[in-house]
């Protein structure tokens, strides 16, 4: 199974907002509503940010937010900060029970 | 507080078999989905398996001839083994709760396959 695509890069100022995408296919993303988001600062191990598309856990910012269409799903983050400069990677269930991973996406903060 | 810590080797020779413990403190490891999940140094994260505390597994098949995952509930932690080591296999491996979301995280152990 081939990782789910990301961008390499994305950049933003602070105060701006930015979207990350995670492009699967219709045996993942695109039957499954099991997509989530985490984010990994470095030396650290990930955090969950979103879960099940659109859910975030407690204690997470609203400034994070998931979507999903079709065969690709979302991550957006508002109001960017200095401490949202991370790697992110999105995750999805499959069609053969298995999960899968993006291959992650670094974000830089202007 | 629930807390993963994993333990295990950090340096194993090519063909061994690596075994790993991702031991459980403030939960039940008779409630909830257990995973591991490993990052190459400077790369992704690979998802590498699940257990549940039923003893259902389920395995990236790109992996899954040399895995096994299994549970020691009277020790309230589980167990990675992977067998037929490369120095593909160098990585962090990380323990965590959950099956396609992983809500916790020990804090990683490094593998490194060599002679």
């Known amino acids: 199974q081939s990782a789910l695509t990301q961008p390499a890069s994305v950049s933003g100022s602070p105060g701006q907002s930015i979207t990350i995408s995670c492009t699967g296919t219709s045996s993942d993303i695109g039957s499954y509503d099991y997509v989530s988001w985490y984010q990994q600062h470095p030396g650290k191990a990930p955090k969950l940010i979103i879960y099940d598309v659109t859910n975030r856990p407690s204690g997470v910012s609203d400034r994070f937010s998931g979507s999903k269409s079709g065969n690709t799903a979302s991550l957006t983050i508002s109001g960017l900060q200095a401490e949202d400069e991370a790697d992110y990677y999105c995750?999805?269930?499959?069609?053969?029970?298995?999960?899968?991973f993006g291959g992650g996406t670094k974000l830089t903060v202007l | 507080q629930v807390r993963l810590q994993e333990s295990g080797p950090g340096l194993v020779k090519p063909s061994e078999t690596l075994s790993l413990t991702c031991a459980v403190s403030?939960?039940?490891?008779?409630?909830?989905?257990w995973s591991w999940i490993r990052q190459p140094p400077g790369k992704g994260l690979e998802w590498i398996g699940y257990i549940y505390y039923s003893g259902t597994t389920n395995y990236n098949p790109s992996l899954r001839s040399r895995l096994t995952i299994s549970l020691d509930t009277s020790k309230n932690q589980f167990s990675l083994k992977v067998n037929s080591l490369t120095a593909a296999d160098t990585a962090v491996y990380y323990c965590?709760?959950?099956?396609?979301?992983?809500?916790?995280w020990g804090q990683g152990t490094l593998v490194t396959v060599s002679s």
């Open positions: 995750n999805s269930y499959t069609n053969n029970t298995t999960l899968i």
């Open positions: 403030g939960d039940s490891i008779n409630i909830h989905y």
């Open positions: 965590a709760r959950g099956r396609s979301a992983y809500n916790l």
